[in-house]
Antibody, heavy 123, light 113 residues
Framework: QEHLVESGGGVVQPGRSLRLSCVASGFSFSYYGMQWVRQAPGKGLEWVAVISYDGDTQHYADSVRGRFTISRDSPNNTLYLQMNSLRTEDTAVYYC????????????????WGQGNLVIVSS | DIVMTQSPDSLAMSLGERATINCKSS????????????IAWYQQKPGQPPKLLISWASARKSGVPNRFSGSGSGTDFTLTISSLQAEDVAVYYC?????????FGGGTKVEIK
């Protein structure tokens, strides 16, 4: 069964850094692109970043570009989100997500979500 | 950026009634080369992550009850729940995956009257 488990969240002060991890199981991790999506408390979903199956291509939301970095360690089935210069508005549940395929469109379509990991940015 | 606008923000229907959620994109998400609309619908129940219901505007994911259906093309899309059940109480989101930044609608909260 396909599964995604996030970790690394917690409380951090503004301006500091945090790295989220997501361990995948039950599917061929190296075959699929992966994404991060976040949800501020009581709010809707906000896309954060996507990385291609081979790690060569990344795209970011304007709100995090230059501060966050998405990366992957395929031999260890792990996705990362390095978050630097954190702001209070980055407070959210961060979801790791798998895309459905590799052909056009499917490489951006999310078909599996992790349970989420809460990040609180507060002084 | 493609802006996704959902309506209504919330709706309360009786059990067995038909629920309709609308989603409009600020530009077409129809690929003329494949004739596919790059629209997904997700269901999020309280305290849970979102779950994919429908992709390509109208393709129901395996295991999703057939009371859920998606329709539309170009810029206007609809999610319909043909006969509302208690377990359908959730927030529903549309999303375009046509181009980055990938964008979601604001969500529609569905409740039982």
């Amino acid at each position: 069964q396909e599964h995604l488990v996030e970790s690394g969240g917690g409380v951090v002060q503004p301006g500091r850094s945090l790295r989220l991890s997501c361990v995948a199981s039950g599917f061929s991790f190296s075959y699929y692109g992966m994404q991060w999506v976040r949800q501020a408390p009581g709010k809707g979903l906000e896309w954060v970043a996507v990385i291609s199956y081979d790690g060569d291509t990344q795209h970011y939301a304007d709100s995090v570009r230059g501060r966050f970095t998405i990366s992957r360690d395929s031999p260890n089935n792990t996705l990362y989100l390095q978050m630097n210069s954190l702001r209070t508005e980055d407070t959210a549940v961060y979801y790791c997500a798998k895309v459905s395929g590799r052909h056009s469109g499917s490489d951006f379509l999310i078909d599996l979500w992790g349970q989420g990991n809460l990040v609180i940015v507060s002084s | 950026d493609i802006v996704m606008t959902q309506s209504p923000d919330s709706l309360a229907m009786s059990l067995g009634e038909r629920a309709t959620i609308n989603c409009k994109s600020s530009q077409s998400v129809l690929s003329t080369s494949t004739n596919n609309n790059f629209i997904a619908w997700y269901q999020q129940k309280p305290g849970q992550p979102p779950k994919l219901l429908i992709s390509w505007a109208s393709a129901r994911k395996s295991g999703v009850p057939n009371r859920f259906s998606g329709s539309g093309s170009g810029t206007d899309f609809t999610l319909t729940i043909s006969s509302l059940q208690a377990e359908d109480v959730a927030v529903y989101y549309c999303q375009q995956y046509y181009s980055t930044p990938l964008t979601f609608g604001g969500g529609t909260k569905v409740e039982i009257k």
